[in-house]
């Protein structure tokens, strides 16, 4: 028996998915000649139908999405090429057309879970002992595609949890057109890509320091038209890498009046085109004492997974960029809050069983690895990973885990890191901190407790939690218990 048992209490405040929260989203039903005829068949409409037509789509989803007519005709300026006809058209009709390629996607209809949780940047108007927190979550609608969603609540002295009313319009933000790529950072990306043909070389020669989208587009299209016969094969192969690259380092940007929870970060790359899955927020310390939040998620396109980045300091303005070098594979990265002895250093599980680590100057780039922890406990002998960043306390940096046991439960452990030498375990539970209970068993996946990051906040672990793969939950347990609960661990073997 442990003769340090831990306490760990559920709130009661548990996170379901709200089918009502819908986003406004493109659609294309086939190809540009169906494209072409149902616009065509739109137009042969008489003008008299086209305004009732409209009034009656108006009234019936304008209560659910702000602008919608500005929605309607930004959609219908996407098709326009696609008409048929150099006929001036009315706005009305116009704006009838950008409707039928619309679309509401119930943004988490299936699943909200697997969240992370961190300080909100704003801590003004709260009582002594409160903390305002941004909580990210994975949400998962129609055909399994992942996106994620912002909630924002507080943790009351008294150790109450409350999360804010989600708002009722959702909106992703404006993709920024023309961000700007650092030409030295992007080339050492197509190396470790290895794009190096001469007509890489020769684009890139083309550009300067910094350079935008449109400047690089420039430059592979004058690469298009160098030869009379244009690219070969193997050349528009090059190219189209290049371009991939630089779409999938994008920066987005939301409004300030927009609410949190109002914000989506919706897939908008092929490296994400089935989704944007179990993001881990930090609130990262720059070297100067500022700070900026990192979150790292998986990348799916359907066939491959990719860990990508995510960066802001604001939760308006998001930066979105590749990770490379030979150890930025598989799954469940996750940044330290802080550099150690000059380094970025990460967690991750390139192999689908250990827990790895992973030191580097720059944060996009990670080359080397080396396993951190392996399955030991009943409960985790299938596959270890981590549950989010690293917690730095006083005895350590504290590491939550999944493990998966018997019967693909999952459950929630946690280890200790030197916070010096952080290669070196210096302690580990043998119990989960948390399992599934009897009333967190059924879902979309069943036996399922998993987090992507827990904070510490008046000594408590404030852990919110993922139940079966379908809500989330919360739950707290002392720090000291935990600690206290920890059996000393050698170093693990380089």
């Excluded at 005829?37 to 989803?61: K, Q, W």
């Excluded at 190219?239 to 630089?246: F, P, R, S, T, V």
């Excluded at 490379?324 to 599980?349: D, E, H, T, V």
Aim: proline residues 6%; aromatic residues 8%; contains cysteine.
């Amino acid at each position: 028996m442990n003769p340090n048992p831990i306490h760990v209490s559920r709130d009661s405040t548990i996170l379901r998915p709200d089918q009502s929260r819908v986003l406004l989203r493109p659609i294309g039903p086939g190809d540009s000649q169906r494209v072409g005829s149902i616009v065509a068949r739109i137009i042969s409409l008489p003008e008299d139908r086209v305004g009732v037509l409209l009034d009656e789509i108006s009234a019936e989803f304008s209560q659910r999405h702000q602008h919608i007519r500005r929605r309607f005709l930004e959609r219908f300026e996407q098709v326009r090429e696609m008409l048929l006809t150099d006929e001036e058209l009315s706005e009305q009709r116009r704006l009838l057309i950008g409707s039928y390629f619309l679309a509401e996607y119930s943004l988490e209809s299936a699943a909200l879970f697997n969240p992370s949780i961190v300080p909100h940047p704003d801590q003004t108007g709260l009582p002594t002992g409160s903390l305002r927190f941004i909580l990210s979550l994975r949400a998962t609608g129609e055909g399994h595609i992942s996106s994620i969603t912002f909630r924002t609540g507080i943790i009351h002295p008294d150790r109450r949890i409350d999360v804010l009313t989600s708002a009722g319009f959702l909106t992703e933000p404006r993709q920024i057109p023309n961000p700007l790529y650092e030409k030295g950072l992007f080339a050492r990306k197509l190396i470790e890509l290895r794009l190096t043909r001469e007509l890489t070389r020769r684009v890139m020669n083309k550009l300067g320091n910094s350079f935008s989208l449109e400047e690089l587009r420039a430059s592979l299209q004058a690469e298009q038209f160098r030869l009379p016969d244009g690219m070969t094969p193997e050349d528009q192969d090059e190219a189209q890498g290049i371009w991939i690259l630089a779409r999938s380092n994008y920066e987005v940007q939301f409004q300030p009046e927009q609410q949190l929870s109002e914000r989506i970060l919706f897939p908008a790359t092929p490296s994400q085109r089935n989704g944007i899955e179990d993001a881990r927020f930090v609130c990262f310390q720059n070297d100067d004492g500022t700070h900026i939040y990192y979150g790292t998620f998986t990348a799916f396109d359907g066939k491959v997974v990719m860990p990508e980045l995510v960066e802001t300091s604001d939760f308006l303005l998001f930066r979105f960029i590749t990770l490379n070098g030979p150890a930025a594979q598989n799954k469940g990265m996750a940044i330290f809050p802080r550099k150690i002895n000059g380094l970025y250093a990460m967690l991750s599980r390139q192999d689908n069983e250990n827990i790895y680590l992973m030191f580097s100057d720059n944060v996009h780039f990670w080359n080397e690895r080396r396993v951190l922890v392996k399955p030991k406990f009943s409960w985790e002998l299938v596959q270890l990973g981590n549950c989010g960043s690293p917690v730095e306390t006083d005895a350590g940096w504290l590491v939550l885990s999944h493990g998966v046991g018997p019967m693909r439960q999952y459950s929630i452990g946690a280890f200790l890191l030197d916070r010096d030498d952080p290669t070196k375990v210096i302690g580990r539970l043998r119990e989960p901190l948390l399992k599934p209970n009897q009333n967190e068993r059924e879902g979309y996946v069943p036996n399922v407790v998993y987090t992507c990051g827990a904070l510490v906040h008046s000594g408590e672990l404030i852990i919110p939690y993922g139940m079966a793969d379908n809500a989330t939950g919360f739950a707290t347990v002392a720090l000291a218990e935990v600690l206290a609960a920890m059996e000393r661990e050698a170093p693990s073997p380089a």
